[in-house]
T-cell receptor, first 116, second 112 residues
Framework: NAGVMQNPRHLVRRRGQEARLRCSPM?????VYWYRQLPEEGLKFMVY????????ESGMPKERFSAEFPKEGPSILRIQQVVRGDSAAYFC??????????????FGSGTRLTVV | GNSVTQMEGPVTLSEEAFLTINCTYT??????LFWYVQYPGEGLQLLLK?????DKGSNKGFEATYRKETTSFHLEKGSVQVSDSAVYFC???????????FGGGTRLMVKP
């Protein structure tokens, strides 16, 4: 049973370009969470999605960032017009139910975005 | 709001030394508490968890006890190994929410 799959592992973008990060949850998981880890910091929540629905996007920057989790295919985190401050590791987690208190979530290996 | 505070690192220990990484939290109600470990270049792995007061989570020789009276969840290991070198994150999940709140992480370096 494959874990949470994220790709690419590393992504380099020039300022002003778009970055697309993909996350395929574990089989049977219908809840996806995106977190961002800035250098030397802890992880910060960005967005929580279920299939075709954004449940909580309270941690998403208001501009340039968007996320989706379509009925078919992986969840996508999209960053438009990237700036140097977007350089970070972006982690995706999934769970089979909405409350992961007894589960703890499964994280992917992350996508490390570098903006040059 | 919810918050998690960890001792700052790096923590440098010799092999077989005793490890304590302090973690305290602020939250209303009864959150669940977690320790995650991140090895270099990898994602986070769940190390252990506790879902109610006085629960003790344990795994791979690590353990942590949920102390509601001191709002703490300190991570301990009796004898660390070089392979334990990693960054350790304390986190909480409020039982009414869907997001994990993480501490800033503590880097552990174990020397042979």
């Amino acid at each position: 049973n494959a874990g949470v799959m994220q790709n690419p592992r590393h992504l380099v973008r020039r300022r002003g370009q778009e970055a697309r990060l993909r996350c395929s949850p574990m089989k049977g998981h219908s809840h996806v969470y995106w977190y961002r880890q800035l250098p030397e910091e802890g992880l910060k929540f960005m967005v929580y999605l279920q299939k075709e629905n954004i449940i909580d996007e309270s941690g998403m920057p208001k501009e340039r960032f968007s996320a989706e989790f379509p009925k078919e295919g992986p969840s996508i985190l999209r960053i438009q017009q990237v700036v140097r401050g977007d350089s970070a590791a972006y982690f995706c987690a999934s769970s089979p139910v909405s409350l992961g208190a007894s589960y703890g979530y499964t994280f992917g290996s992350g996508t490390r975005l570098t903006v040059v | 709001g919810n918050s998690v505070t960890q001792m700052e690192g790096p923590v440098t220990l010799s092999e077989e030394a005793f490890l304590t990484i302090n973690c305290t939290y602020t939250a209303t109600g009864y959150p669940s508490l977690f320790w995650y470990v991140q090895y270099p270049g990898e994602g986070l792995q769940l190390l252990l968890k506790a879902t109610k007061a006085d629960d003790k989570g344990s795994n791979k020789g690590f353990e942590a006890t949920y102390r509601k009276e001191t709002t703490s969840f300190h991570l301990e290991k009796g004898s660390v190994q070089v392979s334990d070198s990693a960054v350790y994150f304390c986190a909480l999940l409020h039982n009414a929410g869907n997001m994990l709140t993480f501490g800033g992480g503590t880097r552990l370096m174990v020397k042979p």
